[in-house]
């Protein structure tokens, strides 16, 4: 099962992917802007089909 977090601060988005099991770290993404965003969001959903 993939989980996908998305936490919004004042200057950048974060996002938490945890793909890799129980107990395991998640790969951690960044973006500066709502573009880098749907960015990443597109790499990832392509990442996993």
Known sequence: M???LIKEFTTFIS???FDNG???SPRVRTASSLSHFRTIM???QAHFK
């Open 42 to 44: 597109r790499d990832e």
């Open 15 to 17: 996002v938490k992917i």
């Open 2 to 4: 993939i989980t996908i």
């Open 22 to 24: 129980r107990g395991q």
